[in-house]
T-cell receptor
Framework: DSGVTQTPKHLITATGQRVTLRCSPR?????VYWYQQSLDQGLQFLIQ???????AKGNILERFSAQQFPDLHSELNLSSLELGDSALYFC?????????????FGPGTRLLVL | AQSVAQPEDQVNVAEGNPLTVKCTYS??????LFWYVQYPNRGLQFLLK??????LVKGSYGFEAEFNKSQTSFHLKKPSALVSDSALYFC?????????????FGKGTRLSVIA
């Protein structure tokens, strides 16, 4: 158990809908990362937050947004969902973004868009 | 720009034999290198990392990796494979000059250990 929690574990929804994925980092970790894992694209970095502020942006679609709250948990919002958004979404946390710290991954949320 | 390559999509090895999962990288500055493992329906688990120091890094579950600067490689190794080692393995890298850019992950190598 990495200490990173993600809810829900599974999510089934329809095209055009909006969903929110939640992540709680390890105790004391200030940095949160979101990744998308699909069969054809591998593990894609989406976005990173550090202590409430956006730190780095990867291949995140405009339909997707995220935020990190004062208690350091983070939410990833996916809107106008398409079939191709079906994937595993992982959250990871680490103590500091500037050092080569290890990222600890949560168990993931499996999203299925029908 | 930083990048990492895992040239093999799949590696098959017999139980008890040594295994190697290959990784090569390209970064600006000194490399910070990581290996993660993903078991079915699970998140990625940290195995080991190289930041500085001894080129041979020992990690969890009997795995080790050798940093080779001249070949820009960080291959994962284990002297004797177990069936339970069957999983998806990811190499990741970040350069010391990469600023806020986070880790870049390879596409993964699926390891299958056959009894």
């Amino acid at each position: 158990d990495s200490g990173v929690t993600q809810t829900p574990k599974h999510l089934i929804t329809a095209t055009g809908q909006r969903v929110t994925l939640r992540c709680s980092p390890r105790s004391g970790d200030l940095s949160v990362y979101w990744y998308q894992q699909s069969l054809d694209q591998g593990l894609q970095f989406l976005i990173q937050y550090y202590n409430g502020e956006e730190r780095a942006k990867g291949n995140i679609l405009e339909r997707f947004s995220a935020q990190q709250f004062p208690d350091l948990h983070s939410e990833l919002n996916l809107s106008s969902l398409e079939l191709g958004d079906s994937a595993l979404y992982f959250c990871a946390s680490s103590p500091s973004p500037g050092d080569p710290e290890t990222q600890y991954f949560g168990p993931g949320t499996r999203l299925l868009v029908l | 720009a930083q990048s990492v390559a895992q040239p093999e999509d799949q590696v098959n090895v017999a139980e008890g034999n040594p295994l190697t999962v290959k990784c090569t990288y390209s970064v600006s500055g000194n490399p910070y290198l990581f290996w993660y493992v993903q078991y079915p329906n699970r998140g990625l688990q940290f195995l080991l990392k190289y930041i500085t120091g001894d080129n041979l890094v020992k990690g969890s579950y009997g795995f080790e990796a050798e940093f080779n600067k001249s070949q820009t490689s960080f291959h994962l190794k284990k002297p004797s494979a177990l069936v339970s080692d069957s999983a998806l393995y990811f190499c990741a890298v970040r350069g010391s000059n990469s600023g806020n850019t986070p880790l870049v992950f390879g596409k993964g190598t699926r390891l299958s250990v056959i009894a």
